[in-house]
């Protein structure tokens, strides 16, 4: 089981486009061990602190408005910080596979989501890393807890 991450851009309600450079000079910054896929712009990222997570990056995508990563072994404060520094610098709106799983990064982009959207109207902002960061944890610790109930509810005696 994995928990997803969604980074999407959103302007007047609908998906935008991103700035594709300054996501891939985020990008660049981290090691990559290998692609994980045969897609041309997916990664396996390896933090120096452990962390470890598959990035589909959209970089080769005509109309790049957004990207996902994928963590599979666990979550470390380099992951963290990446995630936050790739939705800041790209203006992305953080979006999880969690509860309540939108995170503005500024009230501004709370105009700019869809209006229409129930997830959207619980977003919670987020606007330093200081107040990311406990509540990206959270949430990712709300999922961990489930998985490992469900692997342990599940798991023959």
Do not use: K
Request: hydrophobic share 40%; net charge negative.
């Amino acid at each position: 089981m994995s928990f997803d991450v969604f980074f999407q851009r959103f302007q007047q309600g609908d998906v935008a486009p991103a700035d594709r450079e300054a996501a891939r000079r985020i990008i660049e910054t981290i090691p990559r061990t290998c692609p994980f896929t045969e897609e041309p712009d997916s990664y396996r990222l390896a933090f120096p602190d452990g962390g470890e997570a598959d990035l589909s990056s959209g970089l080769a995508s005509e109309d790049f408005t957004g990207c996902s990563l994928t963590i599979r072994t666990g979550i470390s404060p380099n992951l963290v910080a990446f995630i936050y520094e790739l939705a800041v610098t790209c203006d992305f709106v953080v979006m999880m596979t969690a509860e309540n799983p939108v995170i503005l990064l500024n009230e501004a982009q709370r105009v700019e989501v869809p209006a229409d959207g129930a997830m959207f109207e619980e977003a919670i902002i987020c606007a330093s890393f200081e107040e990311f960061e406990p509540e990206f944890l959270e949430r990712y610790g709300g999922w961990r807890d489930y998985r490992d109930y469900v692997i342990t509810a599940h798991t023959p005696e």
